[in-house]
Structure formats: structure tokens, C-alpha cells
């Protein structure tokens, strides 16, 4: 689906900018063309500041969102979820970072989950990154215990799992 959307602006890396800074931070567009998270406007041009375009890009990025039905429908029900992931170091929360081999592969989130539950340490939240959407899609979890170094151990041998960091 990321592909498609991007083959719609295939033309202007401008414009991919600002599609993917959209997609990435939950941003909707609203019937008057404005960027929005949930109720809130945000300027077109700290968007545009942000990702290094003149306004005028992001105005007619979401006007080219409003003309297409499909990018329509994404782009006005996209939502925002917030993550404790920032809050971790001040909420004395552990994140576990997974990058598996293949994100396509079934089960990995229901194995590192699995494998949790079995040690008895519960899950505050968990986000996994849609490989439609990243390069390198990673699964977070983010718990409200420290892992034991055994249990960090049995995830990183799962077949699946390329690489763990914590934080």
C-alpha cells in the first residue's frame, strides 16, 4: 500500500516528503485541506519547515489527498497512537527493540509475546512498525520490568529475530 500511495506522487519528492511525514506521525487531513492530529491543526508551515519544503508544497500535497478518493479515505481516518517509548527512561520503563529477519513472517509478535507471558513479565504496550511503511520494520515492547538476561537470550534465538537492543 506505501508504494502505491508514493506512486501517486511519483513526480515529486516533495511531495513523497511530505506523504511520508503525514503516514509517520498519524497526521489526517481534514475536508478543508488542513493537517490535523485528531482536532488540532498543524501549520502547514512547520510541516514544511520540518522536512525542508517551501509551504506551498504541503498545500498542494493535500490538495492532490482531497482530489483522490482512495488517498481521501486513508488520509482523513489515519489516527495517531501515543507511545510510551519516549517516556521509558522517566517512566523507569524497559524497551525492547526487536528487528526480525523477514517482518512478513506470521507469529512474531504473538512468539516474543508468548515468550514474555511464559516468564511472567507483562507487557505496557507494544508497536510494531507496518513493513508496508518502513525500511526496516521494528516490533517494540515496552515493559515495566527489567528482562532477565536468560529471557533476553531466549529472544534473541528465536528463529526469526536478527537483532534486540534495550533501552
Known amino acids: 500500500m506505501f508504494d502505491e500511495i508514493m506512486e501517486k506522487f511519483e513526480g515529486s519528492p516533495s511531495q513523497q516528503a511530505v506523504i511520508r511525514l503525514l503516514l509517520e506521525r498519524g497526521f489526517s487531513v481534514n475536508d478543508d485541506g488542513r493537517v490535523v492530529s485528531g482536532g ?10 520540518e522536512i525542508g519544503v517551501d509551504r506551498r508544497v504541503v498545500d498542494s500535497t493535500t490538495d492532490v489527498i482531497l ?4 488517498l481521501r479515505r486513508i488520509f482523513q481516518n489515519i489516527s495517531q497512537v501515543p507511545s510510551l517509548m519516549d517516556l521509558a527512561p522517566v517512566l523507569d520503563l524497559t524497551v525492547l527493540t526487536v528487528t526480525p529477519d523477514d517482518a512478513d513472517q506470521k507469529g512474531i509478535v504473538a512468539g516474543i509475546t508468548g515468550l514474555l507471558a511464559e516468564h511472567d513479565i507483562s507487557i505496557r504496550q507494544t508497536i510494531s512498525e507496518d ?5 526496516e520494520p521494528q516490533l517494540y515492547l515496552i515493559t515495566d520490568q527489567e528482562l532477565p538476561g536468560s529471557v533476553i537470550t531466549e529472544i534473541r534465538d528465536l ?9
Open 40 to 49: 488540532i491543526e498543524i501549520p502547514n508551515t512547520g510541516i514544511a519547515r
Open 67 to 70: 482530489g483522490d478518493p482512495e
Open 131 to 135: 513493513p508496508e511503511f518502513t525500511d
Open 159 to 167: 528463529e526469526f529475530v536478527r537483532k534486540i537492543e534495550l533501552q
